[in-house]
């Protein structure tokens, strides 16, 4: 069997795969190679088989696990957390403490031990909390959206400077502290919808979490009445054989 084979073998038929499996299984994989000898990638691979074992996973969400598994493995060893304690993290908090660390190392470290801490590990909204305070406290570092905001804003304003200026200095000065406010506006609105789609994205995974829970326990719930069927079954023999 190929090596290839056995790493996907192992994400077991039938059961429920936690996402550090797929991360592990993904980053063995693209050790490997980037693509499988069809020419595929992993990714398309893992989606696939997670798909025919009933447990299907977007490809958008494999990518997140394969950035939340890599940055488990990278800064639980920078923080010397013992193994055992990644069976406490969560996907989405991870990956969203994944996504300070690209801007602040110190900070984004500190909330990947938040997410491990074997008291009481930090939630989604903990750490979304932890971006925004962040992003507030250093204004000079921009989320994407809030830098094409920025983009936009400074094309205007370098556009509206070639035009000829006809206002009075007290007109042109209102105008500013409008704008100004607008700006203001604008960017704590951009920063509230990323916010609002961070927590939308917690809640679908939240679901297809709670789904594939489900799945496995209806398939439980099956493979026990099939045993008490058994039993009873076998019981009913006993006792025919007893009293014959």
């Not at 790493?7 to 077991?12: N, V």
């Not at 500190?110 to 406290?137: G, H, N, W, Y």
């Amino acid at each position: 069997m190929a090596e290839h084979d056995r790493i996907i073998g192992e994400l077991a038929k039938g059961t429920v795969v936690n996402w550090r499996e797929i991360g592990k299984a993904l980053s063995q994989l693209e050790e490997k190679s980037q693509l499988n000898p069809s020419g595929r990638t992993w990714i398309d691979v893992m989606h696939e088989r997670l798909k025919q074992m009933g447990q299907p996973v977007s490809k958008g969400h494999l990518h997140k696990i394969r950035r939340a598994y890599n940055f488990l493995l990278e800064g639980g060893d920078l923080l010397q957390i013992p193994e055992e304690r990644f069976a406490l993290a969560k996907v989405s908090s991870i990956e969203a403490a994944e996504r300070l660390y690209q801007h602040d190392t110190d900070v984004g470290l500190t909330a990947l031990a938040s997410c491990l801490d074997p008291r009481q590990p930090a939630t989604l909204a903990q750490i979304q909390r932890m971006s925004v305070k962040f992003f507030l406290e250093h204004p000079e570092t921009k989320t994407p959206l809030q830098a094409a905001w920025e983009r936009r804003r400074t094309s205007d304003v370098s556009s509206k400077a070639a035009e000829p200026d006809t206002t009075t200095e007290g007109a042109s000065d209102e105008l500013n502290d409008i704008q100004s406010r607008l700006a203001s506006y604008a960017q704590a609105q951009v920063q509230a919808a990323f916010t609002k789609h961070r927590q939308i994205q917690s809640l679908k995974e939240d679901l297809a979490e709670t789904e594939a829970a489900l799945q496995q326990a209806l398939q439980n719930y099956e493979y026990a009445k099939m045993t008490i069927e058994d039993l009873r079954e076998q019981l009913l023999i006993i006792n025919r054989e007893y009293y014959r």
